[in-house]
């Protein structure tokens, strides 16, 4: 193919991806009561939320069911990405770049079902509930409680990402599984550090939470690459 049918193929395939992120998008908008059930559940019954601008709720509205939107079709996302580069990867690195892809994805996936269902509903209950007096009460609108979902989901599915990016580092011969276990008391302290910044509620239960999993991670991915250097 030349240059310009390469762009031609790219400009297609953006274009299936843009229409399929919108049609789930305008679906998950107009299905608002349970698609909020979902966003909301985590605060539990005694945090209540509110808005103090007139257009706040309709523009969160929006952008909550693009957020949706474009998780619900993100396979398709990817496999049209794949389908664009495929053809010019050899077939190791084609049946590299699937193995990355697909466990990077269940990967994100795990680390956003842990924020979701643990995570945060411990940091919401702490700050929602925190007050430095009695004569305060919190008044949390619905728009920080919406940006911190995200910004909490996004790290944790990128955190969740460590045994792909330790994979690829170990196959390009960067990473060495003896120089992880020799540096793994440091990255214990640096995990708990990431943790503590993670979740922000200060108590030594939701660290730990935080912490083990991505441990565990650590301890995968020292396996990972071990098995690459064989």
Not at 152 to 176: D, N, Q, R, S, Y
Not at 179 to 194: A, C, E, G, N
Request: glycine share 6%; with cysteine; hydrophobic share 55%.
């Amino acid at each position: 193919m030349t240059f310009w049918e390469h762009l031609d193929e790219l400009r297609s395939r953006l274009w299936r991806m843009l229409v399929a992120a919108l049609i789930a998008a305008v679906t998950c908008f107009c299905f608002k009561e349970p698609l909020f059930a979902i966003i909301l559940a985590p605060k539990g019954d005694n945090i209540s939320l509110i808005n103090i601008e007139i257009t706040q709720q309709f523009f969160t509205h929006m952008r909550v069911a693009l957020w949706m939107g474009i998780i619900v079709v993100s396979p398709y996302l990817i496999y049209q990405l794949f389908a664009f580069v495929a053809p010019g990867l050899y077939e190791l690195e084609r049946r590299m770049a699937i193995r990355a892809a697909g466990g990077g994805y269940l990967l994100f996936l795990a680390g956003v079902l842990l924020n979701y269902f643990i995570i945060f509903p411990f940091t919401v209950q702490f700050l929602g509930t925190y007050q430095v007096s009695p004569e305060v009460p919190n008044q949390i609108s619905l728009s920080s409680y919406i940006g911190l979902l995200v910004t909490m989901t996004l790290v944790m599915g990128a955190v969740f990402e460590l045994p792909v990016l330790c994979w690829l580092l170990g196959k390009f011969g960067i990473l060495k599984s003896a120089f992880m276990r020799k540096y793994r008391r440091h990255v214990i302290v640096v995990i708990l550090i990431v943790g503590a910044i993670i979740t922000p509620t200060g108590d030594p239960f939701t660290l730990t939470l935080v912490s083990i999993p991505i441990y565990l991670l650590w301890e995968l991915s020292i396996l990972i690459v071990k098995k690459v250097e064989k």
